[in-house]
């Protein structure tokens, strides 16, 4: 089992965490042949797992990412009392899989509840590692709610890696507007330092 050290995230949730940080520490050592600053980094072991299965297509990570978050919910039952998961939205859509569905829908199956990636959309092409923090902060509005929940439900919204919680804040207010759904759990694997 992956260690953790889970983080409460505040926001319009009911309830919130990261599993843990993304990095310990990262160094920069330089410049490469184009400028760009390269850095030595130190991840936590939630946070390896997660670059290995985003950046380095080590897909099979996913169960362990899955089974972390798992182990998470049984010391929080209360976030287990959901009836559906939602991943939130990608910011890259051109990846040849994306993560947050993958890891939605695992879990969504390990818990015997719905799961779609066809309820929340993101209007904005725009990459948000792309942006610069003002620019997160300023983009609102993009989240879209496209379909409504039929009955009296509560929600676990999941993400990779919760950065400035711009995208996760759109994501839970949207979901906020919609009179049946009743809470709304929040969980990203891991969160930047930032």
């Not at 130190?42 to 798992?70: C, H, M, R, W």
């Not at 976030?79 to 993560?99: E, F, G, I, W």
């Not at 959309?121 to 003002?134: C, G, V």
Request: proline letters at 6%.
């Amino acid at each position: 089992m992956i260690k953790i050290n889970p983080i409460e995230l505040d926001g319009l949730w009911n309830r919130g965490f990261a599993l843990d940080y993304h990095t310990i520490k990262s160094i920069p050592i330089g410049e490469d042949p184009f400028g760009h600053m390269q850095y030595e980094t130190s991840y936590t072991p939630i946070g390896k797992v997660l670059k290995e299965f985003k950046y380095k297509n080590q897909y099979d990570n996913v169960y362990l990412i899955v089974d972390a978050v798992v182990a998470f919910l049984d010391n929080h039952p209360e976030m287990r009392n959901v009836q559906s998961v939602l991943p939130v939205p990608p910011s890259n859509k051109a990846r040849t899989y994306q993560p947050t569905f993958e890891i939605a829908e695992l879990l969504a199956q390990r818990l015997g509840v719905f799961c779609s990636d066809k309820v929340l959309e993101k209007k904005t092409e725009s990459e948000y590692k792309n942006l610069s923090l003002p620019e997160k902060m300023s983009e609102h509005g993009v989240i879209v709610q496209k379909k409504k929940a039929q009955r009296k439900i509560n929600i676990l919204l999941i993400d990779d890696i919760y950065q400035t919680g711009s995208t996760m804040r759109q994501c839970a207010e949207v979901l906020g507007e919609d009179p049946n759904i009743d809470k709304v759990f929040v969980i990203t694997i891991t969160k930047t330092k930032k």
